[in-house]
C-alpha cells in the first residue's frame, strides 16, 4: 500500500469504485484478508452485495476520496471511468493513488489519467488479466503502468487479490499489454467452441472432450475455464458477460488498425461474437458463442 503519512499502509485501507463481477471480486478477498474496504456503485444489487460481505458503502467517490490514500477503479465503460476522474478530481482530498483497472482505450486511458494529474492525484493503469471468476479465486494478474514508486506500494494489497502483480513500465503500457492478452482471449475462445462443437457433432462425450483436452497439448487457460460452461451448455453465472465483451473487442480492433498490424484471426472472431449477442446471448458469459457453432453445425444435444 501508499504511505500516506497517516499510517494507512499499517491500517490496511483501500476504496474500490465499481462493484461489479471484478471489482466485487477483489473487494471480497481484501476484506477476507482483514483490509477495511471503502467501496462505492450506483447499483442497489452490487452496494447489497458489497455490504454483506463487509464492504464499508460510501455516499459518493468525494466521500470515498476522503477516507482513504488508494483507491482502485474497476469501470464498465469510458462514460463511467472519466465521470468518476471528474469526481475524484474535485473531491478536495489530498493527493491519492488511484489505480484503474479497467479495459479502456489507450485514449481513454490518457483521459483518465490528465483530469486526475492535474488534480495532483497519482493515477496508475492497472488493467487485470483474468475472467470474474478467476478473481474470486485470486487467480487473476494485474499489468501495472506508472510510477513504479506509487506501484511498489501497492504490492500488499496485490497479494490479498491476485496471483501476481508486473510493473509493465511507463503508464499506459499495462493496457498495451492488455489489448494484446485480450486479443488471445478472444480467439482462445471461440477457438475452444470450434473444436468442443467439432467433437460433440463426431459424437464424443463433451466432459470427456473437456477433461482429455485439458491434458493434452491443446489446452489453454481459456479452454479449462470455458470448455466446462460449453459442455454443460450453461453459460449463467457470466464471468465475462457478451455485451461488455463487445466493447472489448471494439478497443482491440481499434488498437490494431492505428498500429496498422493484420489481425486475421482476430477479425475471424467478431462475427461469431456478434452473433451471440444477436441471439440474445448478451447477458450470457461469452462461453456462449458454442451455442451459436452449435446452431451452424445443426447440432442438437
Keep these: 500500500m501508499i504511505n500516506s503519512g497517516s499510517g494507512e499502509s499499517m491500517n490496511k485501507v483501500i476504496g474500490i469504485i465499481g462493484l461489479g463481477i471484478m471489482g466485487g471480486a477483489m473487494a471480497r478477498n481484501l476484506v477476507?484478508?482483514?483490509?477495511?474496504?471503502?467501496?462505492?456503485?450506483?447499483?442497489?444489487?452490487?452496494i447489497a452485495e458489497a455490504k454483506a460481505a463487509?464492504?464499508?458503502?460510501c455516499d459518493d467517490v468525494a466521500s470515498m476520496a476522503r477516507q482513504t490514500?488508494?483507491?482502485?477503479?474497476?469501470?464498465?465503460?469510458?462514460?463511467?471511468?472519466?465521470?468518476?476522474?471528474?469526481?475524484?478530481?474535485?473531491?478536495?482530498?489530498?493527493?491519492?493513488?488511484?489505480?484503474?483497472?479497467?479495459?479502456?482505450?489507450?485514449?481513454d486511458k490518457q483521459a483518465f489519467a490528465d483530469i486526475l494529474t492535474a488534480a495532483g492525484h497519482v493515477p496508475l493503469d492497472c488493467p487485470i488479466s483474468g475472467t470474474g471468476a478467476q478473481a474470486a479465486t485470486k487467480d487473476i494478474v494485474i499489468y501495472a503502468s506508472g510510477d513504479s514508486a506509487a506501484i511498489a506500494g501497492l504490492r500488499d494489497a496485490?497479494?490479498?487479490?491476485?496471483?501476481?502483480?508486473?510493473?509493465?513500465?511507463?503508464?499506459?503500457?499495462?493496457?498495451?499489454?492488455?489489448?494484446?492478452?485480450?486479443?488471445?482471449?478472444?480467439?482462445?475462445n471461440v477457438a475452444s467452441a470450434e473444436a468442443m462443437v467439432l467433437g460433440m457433432k463426431a459424437g464424443l462425450d463433451p466432459h470427456q472432450l473437456v477433461n482429455l483436452i485439458a491434458q493434452g497439448v491443446g489446452t489453454s487457460r481459456i479452454w479449462e475455464l470455458r470448455a466446462p460452461m460449453m459442455a454443460a451448455d450453461a453459460y449463467l453465472p457470466a464471468t465475462m458477460k457478451v455485451d461488455v465483451w463487445q466493447k472489448d473487442m471494439d478497443v482491440i480492433g481499434r488498437f490494431a488498425t492505428q498500429l496498422g498490424v493484420a489481425t486475421p484471426t482476430f477479425s475471424a472472431t467478431?462475427?461469431?461474437?456478434?452473433a451471440a449477442q444477436a441471439q440474445g446471448h448478451g447477458g450470457d458469459d461469452t462461453a456462449s458463442v458454442c451455442a451459436v457453432l452449435e446452431s451452424m453445425a445443426a447440432l442438437v444435444r
Design 32 to 46: 477476507q484478508a482483514g483490509w477495511q474496504v471503502f467501496g462505492f456503485d450506483p447499483s442497489p444489487e452490487r
Design 54 to 57: 463487509g464492504v464499508t458503502l
Design 158 to 188: 496485490a497479494a490479498c487479490f491476485a496471483r501476481a502483480l508486473h510493473d509493465v513500465g511507463p503508464y499506459g503500457n499495462g493496457t498495451k499489454m492488455k489489448l494484446v492478452a485480450n486479443l488471445l482471449v478472444a480467439i482462445h
Design 270 to 274: 467478431i462475427p461469431v461474437y456478434a
Design 69 to 107: 490514500g488508494t483507491i482502485l477503479t474497476s469501470l464498465p465503460s469510458t462514460r463511467a471511468a472519466i465521470a468518476t476522474a471528474e469526481a475524484l478530481a474535485q473531491s478536495g482530498a489530498p493527493p491519492r493513488v488511484v489505480m484503474e483497472a479497467s479495459t479502456l482505450s489507450l485514449a
